[in-house]
């Protein structure tokens, strides 16, 4: 049902699909770059 779901007609169809998760999460992503950084 893929095929009809992405139809160039269905609007709906173009803006379903999620974006690829990051490689990382905000919390990993914040210790890396504020290590030994007080707040």
């Known amino acids: ?3 009809l779901l992405y139809l160039p007609l ?3 169809g ?3 699909e999620l974006p690829a998760p ?3 999460s905000f919390k990993q992503w914040y ?3 504020h ?3 007080k707040s």
């Open 1 to 3: 049902p893929d095929k």
């Open 10 to 12: 269905n609007v709906w």
């Open 14 to 16: 173009k803006g379903r």
């Open 22 to 24: 990051p490689q990382q």
């Open 31 to 33: 210790f890396q770059t």
């Open 35 to 37: 290590k030994g950084k």
